[in-house]
C-alpha cells in the first residue's frame, strides 16, 4: 500500500487574512475554498484554527508555531514581494540577501508567524551568473549545481528568447 503526500496545511487564527496574503502578496491562486479549509494550486493549504481544534477532538490549544518550519516559494521578481512586504509591515527575518551559493532569498513571517521564505529560481541565478561572464564550471562551483543542470540551463536560455528576458 502506497501513501501518496498531498500537501501541508497551515492552521490559522484569522483564515480570510490569511487567505488574502497568500493571493495578494504572493501571488498563490486558490484551488478550492471550503470556508474553513483552503488549498491552493502550489501544494498546500489553510485551515482556521478553531475549526481544525473541533476536528481533531481537542480542548487544548494549538500551539503557535515555532522557527522549525517554513513555506519555501520561488519569484524572478524579489523586489516587488519585498515592496508588498514592506507596505503591509510585515515582519522580516532578513529582506533579500544572498545566499553562500549565490541565490538572493528573503525570509519573513505571514500573519500567523509562519516563516516563508521567497527565492530566486535557481535558473536565474545560473543565467545571471553566465551574463556576468562566467565560465561553466566557475558557475557549478559557485552554485554547488552539477554541471549536467548548468548545461541543459544554458543550452536552453540561448536557444529561447528566454535568456532575453531575465
Given at each position: 500500500?502506497?501513501?501518496?503526500?498531498?500537501?501541508?496545511?497551515?492552521?490559522?487564527?484569522?483564515?480570510?487574512?490569511?487567505?488574502?496574503?497568500?493571493?495578494?502578496?504572493?501571488?498563490?491562486?486558490?484551488?478550492?475554498?471550503?470556508?474553513?479549509?483552503?488549498?491552493?494550486?502550489?501544494?498546500?493549504?489553510?485551515?482556521?484554527?478553531?475549526?481544525?481544534?473541533?476536528?481533531?477532538?481537542?480542548?487544548?490549544?494549538?500551539?503557535?508555531?515555532?522557527?522549525?518550519?517554513?513555506?519555501?516559494?520561488?519569484?524572478?521578481?524579489?523586489?516587488?514581494?519585498?515592496?508588498?512586504?514592506?507596505?503591509?509591515?510585515?515582519?522580516?527575518?532578513?529582506?533579500?540577501?544572498?545566499?553562500?551559493w549565490g541565490q538572493r532569498v528573503m525570509r519573513f513571517y505571514d500573519p500567523d508567524?509562519?516563516?516563508?521564505?521567497?527565492?530566486?529560481?535557481?535558473?536565474?541565478?545560473?543565467?545571471?551568473?553566465?551574463?556576468?561572464?562566467?565560465?561553466?564550471?566557475?558557475?557549478?562551483?559557485?552554485?554547488?549545481?552539477?554541471?549536467?543542470?548548468?548545461?541543459?540551463?544554458?543550452?536552453?536560455?540561448?536557444?529561447?528568447?528566454?535568456?532575453?528576458?531575465?
Open positions: 500500500m502506497a501513501v501518496k503526500y498531498i500537501c501541508s496545511l497551515l492552521t490559522v487564527l484569522d483564515i480570510q487574512k490569511s487567505k488574502e496574503f497568500y493571493e495578494n502578496i504572493l501571488n498563490q491562486e486558490v484551488e478550492l475554498d471550503h470556508g474553513h479549509n483552503i488549498s491552493f494550486k502550489g501544494g498546500f493549504a489553510l485551515h482556521d484554527r478553531e475549526h481544525f481544534k473541533m476536528l481533531i477532538n481537542s480542548e487544548d490549544d494549538i500551539k503557535s508555531p515555532h522557527n522549525s518550519v517554513e513555506l519555501y516559494f520561488e519569484s524572478d521578481d524579489l523586489d516587488t514581494i519585498q515592496n508588498k512586504l514592506e507596505s503591509i509591515n510585515a515582519s522580516f527575518l532578513h529582506k533579500i540577501r544572498e545566499q553562500p508567524n509562519y516563516i516563508i521564505e521567497v527565492g530566486e529560481p535557481m535558473d536565474v541565478v545560473i543565467i545571471r551568473y553566465f551574463k556576468k561572464g562566467m565560465k561553466t564550471d566557475e558557475i557549478c562551483k559557485r552554485t554547488s549545481m552539477p554541471l549536467e543542470i548548468v548545461e541543459m540551463v544554458l543550452k536552453t536560455v540561448q536557444t529561447d528568447k528566454y535568456f532575453s528576458d531575465r
